[in-house]
T-cell receptor
Framework: EPEVTQTPSHQVTQMGQEVILRCVPI?????FYWYRQILGQKVEFLVS????????KSEIFDDQFSVERPDGSNFTLKIRSTKLEDSAMYFC?????????????FGAGSRLTVL | GENVEQHPSTLSVQEGDSAVIKCTYS??????FPWYKQELGKRPQLIID?????GEKKDQRIAVTLNKTAKHFSLHITETQPEDSAVYFC???????????FGSGTRLQVQP
């Protein structure tokens, strides 16, 4: 079964450092997403990406965040200057164009710990 | 924006019993309602979903019902097993949007 893969699985960084989280969506999927989940809390939407541009973003996705699809396979989330409250599990997800692009497949997540 | 409320936050049942988790949503234009199961330290995995043109959907021991008038939908698990123990999240998606808005989650514990 096709999977969304994410790297790294866990990253520890110092406050103020830049972090890049990487995702390889399912190959025939066209819509890409980042969600985050602070420990013990619900999954929160950050941003969606389609046709090489952001299609939707939440209030959480401020100027410290950016996304990029640098090549035909990778989809990255960059946090420019990490804060303690950025510590969370970050999930990448993708969906295809069939059935109205409804069904999201999540990756295993990247756990970010900001010290 | 969309707001999804989920109840209960925790649910403990005996093996073999049924479990019901309920969600309400605020955006009457929402048209897609998935349920995700998340085991400890794992990714959310889709277990069942329903679209707004359907009132009920069933897949073996799992069923989802949708009441558009009342803006609520429910997950029903019958004949629960210990491996059903996990956190369950409901979600909703509005027309023309890509983002899912998740509920706060229900921790289901099935006691053997």
């Amino acid at each position: 079964e096709p999977e969304v893969t994410q790297t790294p699985s866990h990253q520890v960084t110092q406050m103020g450092q830049e972090v890049i989280l990487r995702c390889v969506p399912i190959s025939n999927h066209l819509y890409f997403y980042w969600y985050r989940q602070i420990l013990g809390q619900k999954v929160e939407f950050l941003v969606s990406f389609y046709n090489n541009e952001i299609s939707e973003k939440s209030e959480i996705f401020d100027d410290q965040f950016s996304v990029e699809r640098p090549d035909g396979s990778n989809f990255t989330l960059k946090i420019r200057s990490t804060k303690l409250e950025d510590s969370a599990m970050y999930f990448c997800a993708s969906s295809d164009s069939a059935s109205g692009a409804n069904v999201l497949t999540f990756g295993a997540g990247s756990r970010l710990t900001v010290l | 924006g969309e707001n999804v409320e989920q109840h209960p936050s925790t649910l403990s049942v005996q093996e073999g019993d049924s479990a019901v988790i309920k969600c309400t949503y605020s955006d009457s234009a929402s048209n897609y309602f998935p349920w995700y199961k998340q085991e400890l330290g794992k990714r959310p995995q889709l277990i069942i979903d329903i679209r707004s043109n359907v009132g009920e959907k069933k897949d073996q021991r799992i069923a989802v019902t949708l009441n558009k008038t009342a803006k609520h939908f429910s997950l029903h698990i019958t004949e629960t097993q210990p491996e059903d123990s996990a956190v369950y999240f409901c979600a909703a998606r509005g027309t023309g949007r890509r983002a899912l808005t998740f509920g706060s989650g229900t921790r289901l514990q099935v006691q053997p």
